[in-house]
C-alpha cells in the first residue's frame, strides 16, 4: 500500500506532519519553502525526458534500418526471389529444349537451307494479308532506293576529301565570278567607246570631204589609217 504524502493537506495527520506544523507555528520553516519542495527535482525530469528521446532515436534507426533492408530486396528481387527464378529457370529450359530440337533436326534443316526457295509460297494467314501489302510496297521502294543508299555509304568514308573539293571548287568559281564581272563591265565600257568612235566618224569624214574640196590635204595613201592623219 502507497505511504501517505506528508506533505499532502488532505492527508490524515501524522509525526511528520505534526513536527513541520510547529516550525511553521514557530517561524522556522515559512510556508513557501515548504511549497518549494514539494516540487520534484527538475534533473529528473531532464533525466526522463533525455531516456525517451533515445528510445525513440533508437526506433528511428530500426525502421530506417528495416526500410534499407526493403530496398536492397526490391532492388535484388530479380536475382535472389524464389518466383523470379522460377520463371528464368523456365525460360532457359524453353531455349534448352528449343536448341535440343534444332541440333536433332540439324541435318534436315541444313537441306533445308540448301535448298532454294524460288517459286514457292509461303503460308500467310488472312489477317496479315494486308499487311503483306504494304511490305511488298516498302520493299519495292527500297529495292528502287538501294543503290543510291549503297553510293552513300561507299562515300562516307570520303565525305571529308569531297567537302575539300567542294570548297576548292566553290572558290573557283568566286574567282571566275569575280572576272566574269569584270569582263562585263569591261565589255560595256568598250561598246560605249565604240558608240562614241562611231558617232564621231561621219563627222570626220564630213571634214575630210571638205579639205579635199578646197585643196587642203592632198589624198591619203590606200594603208593610211585615216583616224592617225
Known amino acids: 500500500m502507497e505511504a501517505a504524502n506528508p506533505w499532502d493537506e488532505a492527508s490524515a ?3 511528520a506532519r505534526l513536527l513541520l506544523g510547529r516550525f511553521v507555528a514557530s ?3 515559512t510556508q513557501e519553502m515548504l511549497n518549494i ?3 520534484s527535482a527538475s534533473c529528473f525530469v531532464n533525466f526522463s525526458r533525455l531516456q525517451q528521446i533515445t528510445n525513440i532515436q533508437a526506433e528511428i534507426n530500426q525502421k530506417n534500418l528495416e526500410i534499407e533492408l526493403l530496398r536492397l530486396e526490391k532492388d535484388t528481387a530479380d536475382v535472389v526471389h524464389p518466383s523470379f527464378l522460377d520463371e528464368k529457370c523456365h525460360t532457359l529450359q524453353n531455349m534448352n529444349n528449343h536448341l535440343e530440337a534444332v541440333l536433332k533436326e540439324k541435318r534436315s534443316l541444313r537441306q533445308r537451307l540448301l535448298k532454294p526457295m524460288c517459286q514457292e509460297n509461303l503460308p500467310i ?3 496479315y494479308h494486308r499487311y503483306m501489302v504494304h511490305l511488298l510496297e516498302m520493299a519495292v521502294t527500297f529495292i528502287e532506293k538501294l543503290e543510291t543508299h549503297l553510293e552513300t555509304i561507299r562515300n562516307i568514308p570520303h565525305l571529308d576529301a569531297n567537302l575539300k573539293k567542294m570548297s576548292k571548287a566553290l572558290a573557283k568559281m568566286n574567282i571566275l565570278v569575280t ?4 569582263l562585263a563591265e569591261n565589255i560595256l565600257k568598250w561598246r560605249e567607246q565604240q558608240k562614241e568612235v562611231s558617232s564621231c566618224i561621219p563627222q570626220i569624214l564630213a571634214e575630210e570631204n571638205d579639205l579635199h574640196k578646197h585643196g587642203i590635204i ?3 595613201l590606200p594603208f593610211t589609217s585615216k583616224v592617225h592623219v
Open 13 to 15: 495527520p501524522n509525526a
Open 27 to 29: 517561524g522556522l520553516v
Open 37 to 39: 519542495s514539494k516540487k
Open 125 to 127: 494467314e488472312s489477317v
Open 179 to 182: 572576272e566574269t564581272e569584270e
Open 218 to 220: 592632198t589624198p591619203s
